[in-house]
């Protein structure tokens, strides 16, 4: 299955990201698609650049080219991340050089990158979760909403940082959405979830201290030698 960012660009790898690989859809939920694609190789010598992402919606999907998406990766983004972690039913275009780079993901990985990446994700749901708007407490459901992905960055972060996996879909979603609505209604609890995955993170863990940029930039070498 191909796909394009735009008429020149080729789509190397895409899935469905969101709720749906994290198995917490529900029938209202959207459908968010995430990808990373080259561009012909000639048009980064040019003056002008071309675009490092494409948003589209009707289906919502995101996609970055293949160096942002790189950096994200590096930079632990949970968001960017998950793409090469996700369960084999979520994937939607597989390139072999999509496959090259699932196989080298393990080498984005470092410890404080994802400490602060993941962290820093889930104490801004914590802020949304006990913030005011101005006329009042958020709607509850979207408050859970703001809940449950707190929860659930803090148990990725923490399992990947003590295992060097990243677990995308979660063991338990009906424990997690139970756990998500109670904190909802006790907002000022979510403090106590970042304290012990601080406390987590404080512990010695299966991370590198800093990423292995060697194949990365192989890999990156390869698409750009692919699209001359």
């Given at each position: 299955?191909n796909?394009?960012?735009?008429p020149?660009?080729?789509?190397?790898?895409e899935g469905v990201?969101?709720?749906?690989?994290?198995?917490?859809?529900?029938?209202?939920?959207d459908?968010?698609?995430?990808g990373?694609f080259a561009?012909?190789?000639?048009?980064?010598?040019g003056?002008?650049?071309p675009g490092?992402?494409?948003?589209s919606?009707a289906?919502?999907?995101?996609?970055?080219e293949a160096?942002?998406w790189?950096r994200?990766?590096?930079?632990a983004n949970p968001?960017?991340?998950?793409?090469?972690?996700?369960p084999d039913?979520?994937y939607?275009?597989?390139?072999p050089?999509?496959e090259e780079l699932?196989?080298v993901?393990?080498s984005?990985?470092?410890?404080?990158?994802?400490?602060?990446a993941?962290?820093?994700?889930a104490?801004?749901?914590?802020r949304?979760?006990?913030?005011k708007d101005?006329?009042g407490d958020?709607?509850?459901?979207?408050l859970?909403?703001?809940?449950?992905h707190?929860?659930?960055?803090?148990?990725?972060?923490?399992h990947?940082?003590r295992s060097?996996e990243?677990r995308?879909?979660?063991?338990?979603?009906?424990?997690?959405?139970?756990h998500?609505?109670?904190l909802a209604?006790?907002?000022?609890e979510?403090e106590?979830r970042?304290v012990?995955?601080e406390?987590?993170?404080?512990q010695?863990g299966a991370?590198?201290?800093?990423?292995?940029?060697?194949?990365?930039?192989?890999?990156l070498?390869?698409?750009?030698?692919?699209?001359l």
């Amino acid at each position: 299955m191909n796909a394009q960012a735009n008429p020149r660009s080729t789509v190397l790898l895409e899935g469905v990201v969101g709720s749906t690989a994290y198995g917490l859809a529900h029938a209202g939920s959207d459908v968010d698609r995430l990808g990373l694609f080259a561009v012909p190789t000639e048009q980064l010598f040019g003056l002008h650049r071309p675009g490092e992402s494409v948003v589209s919606t009707a289906p919502d999907r995101t996609l970055h080219e293949a160096a942002k998406w790189c950096r994200l990766a590096l930079g632990a983004n949970p968001t960017a991340s998950e793409l090469v972690w996700l369960p084999d039913d979520c994937y939607l275009v597989r390139t072999p050089l999509g496959e090259e780079l699932m196989a080298v993901r393990r080498s984005f990985l470092s410890e404080r990158a994802v400490r602060n990446a993941y962290l820093g994700y889930a104490t801004q749901q914590f802020r949304k979760l006990v913030a005011k708007d101005g006329r009042g407490d958020a709607p509850p459901a979207r408050l859970a909403k703001h809940a449950r992905h707190l929860l659930r960055l803090l148990e990725q972060g923490v399992h990947l940082h003590r295992s060097g996996e990243l677990r995308v879909r979660v063991d338990d979603p009906e424990r997690l959405r139970a756990h998500g609505e109670r904190l909802a209604q006790r907002p000022a609890e979510a403090e106590a979830r970042l304290v012990e995955a601080e406390a987590a993170f404080d512990q010695p863990g299966a991370l590198p201290s800093t990423p292995d940029e060697r194949p990365v930039e192989a890999w990156l070498g390869r698409v750009r030698r692919a699209f001359l």
